[in-house]
């Protein structure tokens, strides 16, 4: 390694040069050398930062949280004033995954019984209200808000989606009021994606009136079921029915049907007999979700059991469904559980916003270097950490808004049973839940990482938080499977286009104006750029909508190729990962719209244009990190990608410039976010972290 050669400089440059290098070493050795005991203790000071800039917009922090907040708030801060009041039923930084395990199962009970919050009644009347409790109870314990989730939302929505009157009257009320603690038993160890595959199997026997389920194998066995380890007493199980025939087969598969099946004695708690339970153990998150593995042996239940909105036994082995295929019947089935995947991407939005409240409050407090003899400046000063927080929270914003949205179509769906309706539900809930929640695994170690050694404490929460929700991008729909199924939407709706059939409302831009995105880009809007037009909401969308519809018809004519030699198999394998960004690219597009709708509905003008700031951020980079693409055909010239550029990091400063008013627009208290450096009242974060660790 070679050294600058300080003795060929002038005099004057050489004394600057030996003085930066002393000024450096100095700092340095303090990092080195330990501070000795005869030096008085001084209390904690935060000193006035070098970089604080007068913020350029005015913005109310109390006017835009209340655009932000939504219809649910107060069933939020309900949520929140009971388990700040119960300090016994909060959850500790070190506990033993026993320990964990019953203290959420009190978490649960306390809030149905004692703090009067019922989310179930809430899933079938208002599922905007449960989704809002859901994000609450998911800020005190991720591991309770998944419980809370897998008793709810998969337990009870199963009996109330997929059953009939009978189930409803014989479960609501021991599922609402948690007697009736249960689980959703789906996945089985040798198949989760793949649904249809499942091996367990439902035989009815029409002398007895009742249904076998049986585990024909070890494959078989139902694994990672919430619940199942400690607390349920019933269980949700999916399996093969099998119905007797007096032909040589002797059995005909009916296909995957649901059935209610007791795995523990109502009062006694103790397995009942074929049934065999095991905990699954440890996992590397949500450790006080007790899952576990169950293998049934010849389980008889009553036919009454089978949840039969879908397809029913008579009494006599006949089967009847409204719906004529196994497939309809089986897509009719999942499409009733869809309701998982908007409560994840809702859910993961709120672990999002904790996660940057954190971070950007402490980039705000922390003060490392600066100019020479001037007070040191804001970590957020530098532009290396308003490049990893300032789009993130730009982000944020973006997802808040679109969840919403999502959130607010489902309710729809759920009261007026529209199939289009339930068909772009269908879509967009796919793939919102696979986007937000991988942009959201991959933020949580950004932040860490933004916040330094601190940021690895375990008091701050970085590492519970990105542990807890690091399965977020699995079950529910494991996420590259959620994306194929929004390419393969995309190109379902590509054909429709040209065969002129209607296009549901989420795929009309490909309708209005595919044309126009695929023609050949126009070269002098292509160099095109001033701040004016790059801040254009229409140039914005049409850049992000030209993507998608560019990667949809080269795929399509990629899958159209590869099909005549490697068959329909083969050529999607082929495609994978074009299809995959095809489909990122297309729910980006979404984001985007809701988000801009969400700028133009506010009515505030320095909210309204405080959001504006923000979304500009979020569209040019997202632009710019997929700059190749706009380049390789040409749609974006190189002056027009340096200006792009340029003006997304200046975005990143004037966000910076009032990164704390947007945090705090979240309305997330210091009992809720739970980190002492990502306090609201900065003078406090390092009290709080000293008196934690026992100063």
Known sequence: MEFPNISSKGPQDTEETIELVNRRINQLTLHLKPVQDNIPVQLLEVLTCAGKVKPALNVSTVTLSEYMRGKHRDIQEKVFAYFNSKPELQTPIEMRMDEHRELCMKQLVGLVREGGIRPFRYLVDDPGKYFAIAEAVGSVDMSLGIKMGVQYSLWGGSVINLGTKKHRDKYFDGI?????PGCFAMTELHHGSNVQGLQTVATFDPLTDEFIIDTPNDGAIKWWIGNAAVHGKVATVFAKLMLPTHDTKGVTNMGVH?????IRDMKTHKTLPGVEIHDCGHKVGLNGVDNGALRFRLVRIPRDNLLNRFGDV?????????????SKRFAATLGELVGGRVGLAYSSVGVLKIAVVIATRYSLLRQQFGPPKQPEVSILDYQSQQHKLMPMLASTYAFHFTALHLVEKYSEMKKSHDEEL??????????LKAYITSYTAKSLSTCREACGGHGYAAVNRFGSLRNDHDIFQTFEGDNTVLLQQVAGLLLKQYREKFRGGPLTVTWNYLRQSMNAYLAQPNPVTARWEGEDHLRDPNFQLDAFRYRTSRLLQSVAIRLQKHSKTLGGFGAWNRCLNHLLTLAESHIESFILEKFIEAVKNCPDESSRAALKLVCDLYALDRIWNDIGTYRNVDYVAPNKAKAIHKLAEYL???VKNIA??????????????????????????YSQYTQIVGF
Request: aromatic share 10%; hydrophobic share 35%.
């Open 660 to 685: 704390r008013e947007l945090v705090d627009a979240f309305d997330l208290p210091d009992y809720v976010t739970r980190a002492p450096i990502g306090v609201q009242t900065p003078s406090e974060a």
């Open 422 to 431: 339930i068909g772009d539900v269908h879509a967009l809930s796919a793939g």
């Open 652 to 654: 990143s400063f004037q």
């Open 314 to 326: 008579s009494r006599d082995g006949e089967y009847t469904s409204s719906l004529p295929t196994i």
């Open 176 to 180: 609402d009021n948690v007697d009736y």
């Open 258 to 262: 649901a059935f209610i099946v007791p």
